[in-house]
């Protein structure tokens, strides 16, 4: 075979493996994408003002922890062809899938809370008013999800991924030292003392880059696409360059609001919104770019999160819960999500709540109530009856085992540093 | 009267969901179920403690 041959059919054998790859790319690349939500640009844009560079190597850290924890769910999905939900009940009886259902649903609300605290701050910058905000927001989530195919609006939300990139050129705009970033950030160091308010911010980042809500959406997902086990080894490599992009998205963020001066009341920047204002009479696109990330990054994470719950209602329930229905043919699917959205927007109306203290505390809630979500789906990963061949091999239980307890132990250093402010001293 | 038609329509249905699952596919023993229990409790005490921590920086108590 001459070269130009083995060439050509080399070529044709990596468009025939891109083409496959970009049936099954979604789930994997819009879960993790979508991490960076409202709550996780407010959380990492705090972590800049306050810590500079200094937390850069901990988020690093974590795109292999979230890639581990989200690989689970592919495989649990593709196999068992269940949502977690479902998949709970089923394995673990009504009592455990009631509290596990009910912990989603409350968390799940919370955070969309958040996403349209993010959404209407990021619009207030070019003076939308939020009620405005609140009821656009609504009417384009029913316009999206009533379209009537799964697949119209996993490309929708990739195309919202794509959007969340606008923090890296806006990262190049603020001129950053990258000597200043490779040595305060990319190699591990305590030199920030170590207190409850840094635990709190650990608590945070952990907890937007792996939440509950993530682990029920990427297996419905998968399932609501049909994934079969044959498409799992795809499946990863979507997970995993999703892992990717969010890492990298955060990071930019840090360094955009590590470079971000002072409010003229001589406080440091408490959320993206106000990192987007400050930015704003420094260099208006940087700010401009901030603050479509800030809204880019909160819509994202309402349609996927409004759907986990969905989707777990659905399942458990027995309810028709595919986006692939009408409304006809699934009236209490679309009824939870539309309630889910309206009752989370109106609490953003309520005069005087501490938005930016509510956004990141729910964070720290997520990760505080992760373990046991981790639990659960450790132990299905575990049952050969139910996963076979796929089932977690001795690495991959001390790996999300570690996590746990390492989760667990942070919970508890924060909660002592609470009651015992003292002992941080 | 049509209040308590549905709730008792909505309570039949949980029932039905508990009745279908209410034998778990997988069998725990006794000890992961208490160490499964003690966990979320555990873990919704510690949630209620941010709950109090938010409440202390939220009225500027902290």
Not at chain 1, 16 to 25: E, F, G, S, T
Not at chain 1, 97 to 124: C, H, K, P, Q, Y
Not at chain 1, 272 to 296: C, K, P, Q, R
Not at chain 2, 29 to 46: E, H, N, P, Q, S
Request: aromatic residues 14%; hydrophobic residues 55%; positive net charge.
């Amino acid at each position: 075979m001459n070269l130009f041959a083995r060439f050509f059919y080399k070529y044709r054998r990596f468009a025939k493996a891109l083409r496959l790859y970009l049936i099954i790319a979604g789930p994997g690349i819009i879960v993790m994408v979508a991490d960076n939500d409202a709550g996780g640009i407010t959380t990492y844009s705090v972590t800049g003002a306050k810590y500079g560079y200094g937390l850069i190597w901990f988020l690093v850290l974590l795109g292999p922890v979230a890639y581990f924890v989200q690989e689970m769910t592919v495989r649990l999905g593709a196999v068992t062809k269940r949502g977690h939900a479902e998949a709970i009940f089923d394995a673990f009886g009504s009592f455990w899938g009631w509290f596990s259902l009910l912990d989603l649903s409350l968390l799940n609300w919370l955070t969309l809370v958040t996403e349209f605290i993010g959404m209407t701050a990021a619009l207030s910058i070019f003076g939308v008013p939020t009620y405005l905000t609140v009821t656009i927001v609504a009417i384009v989530m029913a316009v999206i999800v009533l379209q009537g195919r799964y697949w119209t609006w996993e490309k929708l939300a990739i195309l919202f991924c794509s959007l969340n990139l606008v923090y890296i050129p806006a990262a190049f705009l603020v001129h950053p030292s990258v000597g200043d970033i490779v040595s305060k950030g990319v190699v591990p160091n305590l030199s920030l003392g170590f207190n409850g308010e840094l635990v709190f911010i650990l608590m945070a980042i952990i907890g937007t880059t792996i939440a509950p809500w993530m682990i029920f959406f990427q297996q419905s997902a998968v399932v609501d696409k049909g994934m079969r086990e044959k498409d799992i080894s795809l499946g990863k490599f979507d997970t995993l360059l999703g892992a990717v992009f969010t890492v990298l998205v955060a990071v930019f963020v840090i360094i955009v609001t590590a470079t971000v001066p002072l409010t003229p009341s001589n406080e440091p920047i408490a959320s993206a919104a106000e990192a987007a204002n400050a930015l704003m009479h420094i260099d208006s696109y940087v700010g401009t770019l901030l603050a479509i990330g800030l809204f880019d990054a909160g819509f994202l994470g309402a349609i996927c999160i409004s759907l986990a719950s969905s989707w777990a209602f659905g399942e458990v329930f027995g309810w028709a819960h595919s986006l692939n229905n009408k409304v006809k043919e699934a009236p209490w699917f679309y009824i939870s999500y539309f309630m889910i959205v309206v009752t989370a927007g109106l609490v953003v109306l309520i005069p005087g709540a501490p938005l930016v203290w509510i956004t990141l505390f729910v964070q720290v809630i997520a990760v505080t109530l992760l373990p046991a979500a981790l639990v659960f789906l450790i132990l299905l990963l575990n049952n050969e009856e139910l996963m076979g061949k796929y089932r977690n091999n001795a690495l991959q239980n001390i790996v999300s085992y570690s996590i746990v307890i390492a989760i667990i132990a942070l919970s508890t250093t924060y909660s002592i540093s609470v009651l015992f402010p003292g002992l941080f001293r | 009267m049509r209040v308590f038609e549905v709730i008792r329509s909505r309570t039949a249905v949980i029932t039905e969901i508990n009745r279908k699952y209410a034998t778990p596919r997988i069998k725990m023993t006794r000890g992961v179920k208490i160490a499964l229990l003690f966990l979320r409790l555990y873990l919704i005490f510690l949630v209620l403690v941010l709950g109090y921590a938010f409440v202390l920086k939220a009225t500027g108590r902290s």
